[in-house]
């Protein structure tokens, strides 16, 4: 009856950890999208242009601290073979995370030999194949970029399993050597702990008798590599230096060490302070286990070489850790838990395990069924992150606005910095790549869409749309068009998709705009139209004009009013004193006696918010202003019901913007009366939606 109950469980676990991984592709596939984010407008499209114009060196350009040489490979493929849209990148972390798992097998069975431990083997082999998946890593495992954090540690891995080898199989000794040497020179063109990986070879290859000739030449190498490294290095201007966090703050250090190499535990206990502390104290066992282990490696009459080789990537993570928190203290200990270091502290924790593993085998094996205990703990502690990998991702929809707008050269500084922080520099960056049409800008629907701009098209359409044109936003310092949101929706009263063009009285485009899948329970406004459905860019010289919406892909149109613009957007920050509305200027307070979600108090201005006890709160607030004043304003992340009114011109209410930050708000207009009266309303009772403004005392 045993063997039947050890081959239940086994198929259980087997299923329990492909719905791990499952989720987990769920998540990747949920999460992808073919625009470059962040460094990819550095590292990845800048870096194709420059070979493109010949430039053969920038195989070797430092990004940040770090040469990504293999990396760059695969971003070179990806834009040369598939057209740059992202779907290989990813596919390649989620096949290294594999190769890190079947490694690490590979490693266990050599720990765990022969039939007597097989279910045993096969269990944890199973685990430590789910825990390289989990969703705590999902930075690394979503982003396309971030390959790399699974090659530097992969290969030294594969590394220190070749000196072993080499050191225990003396018929093939040599070839496991040369294959030890080949993978620690690709290591350093992985990330900058990836220089580690020859020395600590050399230093392996030393403790286990492989011979001086060997060591020799993996010292040679080790010099070598490090030496033509940091030849030329630049060292990153806005990081700290190790130098000065061993000399000032070694405690801190310390600590920064331990939460970066427990940090899967901050996920697993859902962050905040006992996530973190739990981080802390997991690195504190990942730390004294290892010693312990070596210590009893030292002591061995007979040096155990797997064990050896298991501890040095130990000591390789952790020299990981170390150099990374020289770097990185100076942005506080929290950093330690970001999402893209989890992955180096995943692959030490698997190393551990392995180490543990004939311990462990027995121990479990004596306690029979209440080891399940322990199986269903680790699932429990797990598997709630994992189901994380489900949540939308709303961030999708903003960064495709933010390439339309670079595709049509529009400096819109507040969607640009959904991918990348600095807007003058993407629009540099990406001109190149929208003139060759690369990665996003050679795919529908972004491909050509400047080229659309001006052109007559004929009126394709069979029905008529129901459409509402929410927001016309003033986008500063390009004056050459608006951003214009609203919703469309086809006659069955389906929300359209695909893109809308946006053409004048004479069927010539003046204006390009993208749509989002309507998501059940958004916001509606007074037509009971999904609001945001659509967003993008109309020539300024139409707002206030007669537009029609055209649904490509529907084959609707409908035709509307821009409303013009009641503000312009100015800087995000407290800029107090460009403020120049007071107090004395409300002249009605309906629920608006809370503050922002943040308890904002600041010298010299006025809180007044809807945010009272919860988002439920609602209410408006009424001032009387003229024309060129200016006032703070923020919203809750859920801004679809924040709208703001004239009263001289009830029609023009329009939906406020989201603003994280607080934001100026201008009343510049040119169309505004010299005196007016305007009112902020917050009729949202959902999560986020809060509004507030701060004004002079």
């Not at 719905?19 to 470059?36: D, E, N, Q």
């Not at 430039?55 to 040489?69: C, F, K, P, S």
């Amino acid at each position: 009856m045993a063997l039947p109950r050890q081959r239940y469980a086994l198929a259980f676990t087997a299923t329990v950890v492909a719905l791990f991984i499952a989720l987990a592709i769920a998540g990747g596939v949920i999460h992808y999208s073919p625009v470059p984010y962040m460094d990819m407008w550095d590292s990845y499209l800048n870096f194709y242009v420059s070979l493109g114009n010949g430039r053969w060196l920038a195989w070797w350009d430092q990004h940040n601290e770090h040469r990504i040489v293999l990396a760059r490979l695969l971003f070179w493929m990806d834009l040369a073979w598939f057209h740059g849209r992202g779907i290989f990148l990813l596919m390649m972390n989620y096949v290294f995370a594999g190769l890190s798992a079947t490694l690490f097998y590979v490693y266990l069975s050599e720990q765990l030999p022969g039939a007597a431990h097989q279910q045993f083997r096969r269990l944890l082999g199973l685990f430590i194949l789910a825990s390289l998946y989990a969703w705590c890593q999902s930075e690394n495992l979503t982003w396309g970029f971030q390959s790399q954090f699974f090659l530097s540690q992969l290969l030294p891995l594969a590394v220190f399993y070749c000196i072993h080898k080499s050191a225990s199989d003396s018929a093939r000794s040599f070839g496991w050597y040369v294959a030890a040497c080949f993978l620690g020179v690709a290591a350093v063109g992985t990330m900058a702990n990836g220089v580690l990986a020859l020395p600590l070879a050399c230093l392996l290859a030393l403790i286990l008798g492989l011979g001086k000739r060997k060591a020799a030449f993996l010292a040679l190498l080790s010099i070598a590599g490090i030496t033509i490294y940091f030849y030329d290095f630049i060292a990153a201007s806005h990081h700290g230096s190790l130098r000065d966090a061993i000399l000032n703050e070694p405690i801190r250090l310390f600590r920064y060490v331990l939460i970066y190499i427990g940090s899967p535990f901050y996920y697993f206990f859902a962050g905040g302070k006992l996530g973190k502390n739990m981080a802390e104290f997991a690195g504190f066992i990942l730390v004294a286990s290892s010693v312990v282990f070596c210590i009893r490696a030292i002591r061995a009459r007979s040096m155990p070489s797997l064990s050896l080789a298991l501890l040095t990537f130990i000591l390789y993570v952790g020299g990981t850790a170390f150099g990374t928190g020289g770097g990185r203290l100076v942005l506080g200990l929290h950093q330690a838990v970001a999402s893209r270091y989890t992955t180096p502290a995943l692959m030490a924790w698997a190393a551990l395990l392995i180490l543990y593993a004939p311990f462990l085998a027995v121990r479990l094996e004596r306690w029979g069924k209440k080891s399940l205990v322990l199986g269903l703990l680790a699932a429990a502690l797990m598997f709630p992150l994992q189901l994380t990998a489900l949540q939308p991702f709303d961030e999708l929809f903003d960064r495709q606005v933010a390439a339309l707008a670079l595709e049509l050269r529009v400096k819109d500084d507040t969607q640009l910095k959904r991918l990348y922080p600095r807007p003058h520099v993407i629009m540099d960056t990406s001109a190149v790549a929208v003139e060759q049409d690369l990665s996003i800008f050679g795919l529908e629907p972004i491909k050509n869409v400047s080229k659309l701009i001006g052109t007559k098209q004929p009126m394709k359409t069979t029905s008529v749309c129901k459409g509402n044109i929410d927001r016309v936003s003033d986008i500063s310092p390009d004056s050459r068009y608006v951003r214009i949101e609203g919703s469309v929706l086809d006659e069955d009263g389906r929300g359209v998709e695909g893109p809308v063009h946006i053409m004048n009285a004479a069927n010539t485009i003046v204006g390009y705009a993208l749509t989002e899948p309507h998501q059940s329970g958004a916001g509606a406004n007074a037509e009971n139209l999904p609001l945001n459905q659509f967003k993008g860019y109309l020539l300024a010289e139409y707002e206030g004009e007669q537009i029609t919406l055209a649904s490509v892909a529907s084959a609707c149109a409908v035709s509307l009013t821009t409303p013009q613009a009641l503000y312009y957007v100015g800087p995000s920050g407290l800029a107090i004193d460009s403020v120049t509305v007071g107090q004395e200027s409300v002249i009605d307070n309906k629920g608006w006696q809370g503050k922002d979600y943040q308890q904002t108090s600041a010298a010299g201005l006025v809180v007044l918010g809807s945010f009272i006890q919860s988002d439920a709160d609602r209410g408006s607030l009424s001032l009387a202003l003229k024309r060129g004043d200016k006032l703070l304003y923020r919203s809750g992340p859920g801004a679809d019901r924040q709208r703001l009114e004239l009263s001289h011109h009830k029609e023009s209410s329009i939906a406020l913007p989201v603003a994280d930050e607080w934001t100026l708000l201008d009343f510049s207009v040119a169309h505004l009366p010299d005196t007016f009266t305007v009112t902020f309303i917050d009729a949202g009772d959902g999560w986020g939606e809060w509004s507030a403004i701060a004004v002079k005392e």
